[in-house]
């Protein structure tokens, strides 16, 4: 009795998935040539099938990780090796993404004004009226539909990730022009980590433009929270109120480098549009 080990002739296979490690396959066909019944460890034991460890062929830096066997036409007599590889040196990533997903909505919030003026910095508006012609009701605000635009980029990385940098990033705008949009018009809304049994780092990094650069309308209110009001029309029969003043609030005034977080995003992935409060 003896045990033959032959590669399948055209069963190498192999794929770069989004952790840019490489991963390849091999089949092997083993029987006894005497047609007994050959058992799934004696065949993986066979010293001409590869062992866990062993550097494939063609890639130098990919080593077994795997096996998987099957019988072949219903018989005992013969299996099918399956063996996996993976490449075992730093995976591609942590420098550019190797992954980016986008997605573009009207947002809706509540206004006082349209046409407003220039708020005077987009970081620190200045504190005065924002002029623009009126379009509230007694006060109360009107729903406008503003421009936003996400964004995800995603990377595999060695080791994991410095969430004392991501920390530092989050709530914070884009310091300069970034991945084609002004500045100050992205806001980082931090990261998903995950790790896996190959010991590599998968972090997602989440961003939102905005077409009003974040800044919103706040109208004046009194002591008792109530909007400030002053009529709008000098007919006795149908006076109308409207608000007094309305200022721009900007929520996320602090900004950030980006490229703190070690992502490249490799030119503008998108075309955005906005309105220029710079």
Known sequence: MAIIVNESFGSRSCSIPANGRVEATRKFMVYDDAGTDLLASVALADPNVPKYNDVHPEFDDSRVRSFSVSSVSDTESAKEITVKYQQTAPAIGGGSYTAASTSSKSQFIDIWRINPENPGGINY??????????????????????????????????????????????????????????QGMVLYLGAEASVTSGNYWTVSHRF???????LRQVANKNQAQIVRTTETTDDDANKETQAEIVYWIQPFSDTGNFDLLGINPGGPLVSPIGFNYA
Not at 154 to 182: A, C, E
Not at 208 to 214: I, P, S
């Open 125 to 182: 508006p200045k504190r005065s009226d924002i002029g623009g012609t009126k379009v509230d009701t007694g006060g109360e605000p009107v729903s406008y539909a503003v421009y936003q635009q996400s964004l995800t980029l995603r990377s595999p990385y060695n080791n994991p990730p410095d969430f004392t940098v991501i920390n530092s990033m989050l709530n914070r705008r884009n310091r300069g022009t970034w991945n084609g949009w002004p």
């Open 208 to 214: 939102l433009a905005d077409g009003f650069y974040h």
